[in-house]
């Protein structure tokens, strides 16, 4: 069992930056895959930007590549996600992920097993 808990979101203005932290439980953290997904109103959630079990490999979403960075400190049981140059179509609630994919990473959610609750990020124009 992992619980995830989000931390780092809130209000900032377009071209500004914000690190988003996500802090597990458990002594098995270094196993999972870790992902950032977000939902903005009336949108499907989506894949922002992943991580294998070692930090190893990253994905990203074409929309937030050159601006989001992924990493993780596995020993610290927390994954993070540096966004810079934010955008007003940024705005969603960032939710980050957990699952064992093996030495991989996806940006398919079914892949992920477990979820934290979410932190809003604004972005205002």
């Known amino acids: 069992q992992v619980q995830l808990v989000e931390s780092g979101g809130g209000l900032v203005q377009a071209g500004g930056s914000l690190r988003l932290s996500c802090a597990a439980s458990g002594r098995t953290f270094s196993r999972y895959a870790m992902g950032w997904f977000r939902q903005a109103p009336g949108k499907e959630r989506e894949s922002v930007a992943a991580i294998n079990w070692s930090g190893g490999i990253t994905l990203y979403a074409d929309s937030v590549k050159g601006r989001f960075t992924i990493s993780r400190d596995n020993a610290k049981n927390t994954v993070y996600l540096q966004m810079n140059s934010l955008k007003p179509e940024d705005t969603a609630v960032y939710y980050c992920?957990?699952?064992?994919?093996?030495?991989?990473?996806?940006?398919?959610?079914?892949?992920?097993?477990?979820w934290g609750q979410g932190t809003q990020v604004t972005v205002s124009s």
């Open positions: 992920a957990a699952g064992l994919i093996g030495g991989s990473v996806s940006g398919n959610y079914n892949s992920y097993d477990y």
